[in-house]
């Protein structure tokens, strides 16, 4: 299946629910105020954020809509709106040939899907022609370790981990030694999931931070949070509090087959503007997919692939 039909079957219920307040949304040749609110209500519903919901109901409002207009024009009308809040944040995470390695760190609350997208990405990195290496900071939980080396060696490239309980910004150390020595493309650090609130595990991730930026200059090159697409609206506490500790320069969302509402992307785009470098669209390597704006907003309103 491809990833499309993987989003737009996780955003179903959204998009039925946004269909259903746009299916007769014109009472004569007047736009219906009922269908508008019960719309406006449907965005909010699925994470869009009461502001920006009221911005899109608006701008519909403005758009001279005919009343013989079809569902579809209507559709579009709204996923070209929410298609301008998403742009400018659509943005592919980039490796820097000069960079030797390039190093990524990916950091977010527990379980939302750092592991699998470091592996993930290891996979299509490789994919690339380019050379990999992970590295299983998350010491905290022997099962992390283990399963990180199955995401290593699924995309076939090298991992270095330690013992568990064994302190990560050593390791992150060790592994970007190793990274420089035998000229990497790209080093791929995993940390442990923390909750944003827990501040000495905050600064055991500045600390990783700090390590690898002494040992390699303007490392680590990005600093990715890694989001559940199905969180809602706590996603935006996780997104400020680590900023906190970290210079987010990127989010990854993840689990938007599932159940996830979608909406929640659009409020991050909308209200941080930090680049959207891919989403995550089930557990295989190849669930993972470049952000793309335009099939976003078609998807969350229901729209076919243009
Ligand atoms: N459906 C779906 N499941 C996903 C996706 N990404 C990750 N998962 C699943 O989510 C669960 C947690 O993923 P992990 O990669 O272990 O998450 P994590 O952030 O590393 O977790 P901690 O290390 O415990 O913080 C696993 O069962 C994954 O298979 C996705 O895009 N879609
Ligand atoms: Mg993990």
């Not at 659509?90 to 040939?97: F, G, V």
């Not at 990127?250 to 087959?257: P, R, Y």
Request: glycine share 8%; with cysteine.
């Amino acid at each position: 299946m491809n990833w499309f039909k993987r989003l737009t079957g996780g955003l179903n219920k959204t998009a039925s629910g946004i269909k259903n307040s746009i299916g007769s949304i014109f009472k004569g040749n007047k736009l219906d105020v009922t269908k508008l609110e019960s719309l406006e209500e449907q965005l909010i519903s699925c994470d869009i954020g009461i502001d920006i919901s009221e911005k899109l109901v608006k701008k519909l409002k403005s758009e001279n809509l005919k009343s013989d207009s079809s569902q579809d024009e209507i559709l579009l009308k709204l996923s070209k709106s929410i298609e301008e809040i998403l742009s400018p944040v659509s943005k592919s995470l980039e490796i820097n040939e000069n960079h030797k390695p390039h190093v990524i760190v990916l950091v977010g609350v527990n379980g939302t899907g750092k592991t699998t997208t470091a592996g993930k990405m290891a996979a299509q990195f490789k994919n690339q022609g380019k050379t990999v290496l992970l590295s299983a900071c998350d010491t905290f939980r022997a099962a992390a370790i283990e399963q990180l080396e199955v995401w290593a060696d699924r995309a076939g490239v090298e991992i270095v981990s330690a013992e568990k309980g064994s302190d990560p910004a050593a390791l992150a150390y060790k592994s970007l030694v190793k990274a420089i020595d035998e000229k990497i493309d790209v080093l791929i650090v995993d940390t442990a999931g923390r909750l944003q609130v827990k501040s000495e595990l905050m600064e055991e991730l500045k600390k990783i931070i700090r390590v690898l930026g002494k040992n390699l200059g303007g490392s680590p090159h990005d600093r990715v949070i890694v989001l559940d697409g199905a969180t809602g609206q706590n996603a935006h506490s996780q997104v400020t509090e680590f900023s906190k500790a970290v210079d987010i320069s990127g989010m990854i969302v993840t689990k938007l087959d599932g159940s996830a509402k979608g909406g929640i992307v659009v409020s991050l785009a909308k209200n941080f503007g930090i680049p959207i470098h891919s989403v995550g669209v089930g557990e295989s390597l190849e669930d993972l997919d470049q952000f793309d704006a335009e099939e976003y907003s078609r998807a969350i309103v229901g729209l076919e692939k243009d």
